[in-house]
């Protein structure tokens, strides 16, 4: 019927023409003496398989391909696509490959050289630093803004102040400056911190302390605030 007629004029015999299959020089009367294409050729011997090397279809065009043949439906299903169209990206892959194995190398050499290098000049500033502040006659320390008082280092000449070990001053539950402060000076030292944080001066004071065993001294303190670029306190 007209239906079939259809169906066999736009059958597609998938030859390997040779050439272009638009060359003028193409002979269509040896076309049907022509072999099958890579693909066909495997496929109806019922064979599965993928080709990345490239071969011709039936245009003439060499394709990629990959096809299976099913024994129990008779037929097989393929994929194909140009080897111009799926090899166009490939001079871009490769500079990205080669990118990518750069950066690799030289963050592996930031790791191996350069960040060891600064670990170590690291490690030196802070044992000059540490040599520093252990040969200080006064007590060193730096510590929260915030109105808890918490300390984030503080050398060891507290403990020949105040009685207090230096682990007592960090770590769970530590001795704060509120603590120590004799709670008649606590107010105005308060307030001399706030002043001088608020102008963002230096500052220095006097105010009594309570020791561990109970006695008082009168210390000198003088510092100032560390800030952030927006002029906040670190």
């Known amino acids: 019927d007209e239906a079939d007629r259809i169906v066999v004029k736009n059958r597609i015999p998938l030859k390997d023409p040779g050439t272009l299959l ?5 002979d269509p009367t040896t ?3 022509r072999p099958l294409t890579r693909m066909a050729r495997s496929a109806t011997a019922g064979e599965s398989g993928t080709d990345v090397d490239g071969y011709r279809d039936f245009r003439g065009i060499t394709v990629l391909g990959a096809w299976l043949w099913d024994d129990t439906l008779g037929f097989g299903l393929t994929t194909e696509v ?7 990206l490939l001079p871009l892959t490769r500079w990205a490959l080669w990118i990518l194995t750069g950066t690799v190398i030289t963050l592996g050499l930031i790791s191996a050289v350069i960040i060891p290098l600064l670990q170590r000049k690291l490690r ?6 540490r040599a520093l502040i252990d040969n200080l006659p006064s007590t060193a320390y730096t510590m929260s803004p915030e109105a808890d008082g918490r300390f984030y280092f503080i050398s060891d000449q507290i403990e020949a102040l105040t009685g207090y070990p230096v682990n007592s001053f960090l770590g769970q539950n530590p001795c704060t400056l509120k603590k120590l ?3 008649n000076d606590i107010e105005d030292v308060q307030k001399n911190q706030h002043d ?5 001066h230096p500052y220095s004071y006097e105010y009594r302390i309570i020791c ?7 210390v000198y303190e003088q510092g100032s605030a ?4 927006d002029k906040s306190v670190a």
């Open 226 to 229: 560390i800030y952030n670029n």
């Open 22 to 26: 638009n060359n003028p020089q193409t």
């Open 212 to 218: 561990k065993d109970g006695a008082t001294k009168w």
């Open 82 to 88: 140009d080897k111009a169209d799926a090899y166009a």
């Open 196 to 200: 001088a944080i608020n102008s963002q």
């Open 181 to 183: 402060i004799h709670p």
């Open 124 to 129: 030196r500033r802070e044992r000059h630093h």
């Open 31 to 33: 076309f049907a003496q």
